[in-house]
């Protein structure tokens, strides 16, 4: 797994328990999906299509730093399919895990359009090319 983001948790992160609401936590994670997606796929038309069993493990308090890590599963034709963790960095504990995450690839039209990727690419390999 591959973490790449750092999340600080606020006051305003917080729910009625005074832990890390999860709502926020899932924006966190879509958003994430999102941009990693964006540049895997090279481009900003990425939407998500699905989130499968989502599975909360601990919680995090205000103060606490979490790690957002995310790993692909699989490229589809039009689709890019990831897992996600995060874990507090405080603690050491996983808060929630995603086993799947599918994003889909648009065309200008707004409609799936093949991407045509087939494994990942660091941003160093394309200055390669």
């Known amino acids: 797994m591959r973490f790449h983001t750092r999340k600080w948790v606020k006051p305003e992160d917080l729910n009625a328990n ?6 926020k936590l899932l924006a966190w994670i879509d958003e994430e999906a999102a941009l990693y997606s964006i540049v895997q796929l090279e481009n900003p038309k990425v939407v998500t299509k699905y989130m499968s069993e989502i599975n909360f493990m601990s919680a995090a308090k205000q103060g606490d730093i979490v790690e957002i890590g995310l790993d692909v599963v699989h490229f589809g034709k039009s689709s890019l399919v990831l897992k996600s963790e995060v874990r507090n960095m405080m603690t050491r504990e996983k808060i929630i895990t995603i086993d799947n995450i599918t994003m889909i690839n648009l065309g200008e039209d707004g409609k799936p ?11 160093e390999d394309r200055l390669k090319k």
């Open 18 to 23: 005074g832990t890390l609401f999860g709502g």
């Open 113 to 123: 359009k093949p991407h045509g990727k087939t494994q990942i690419e660091f941003i």
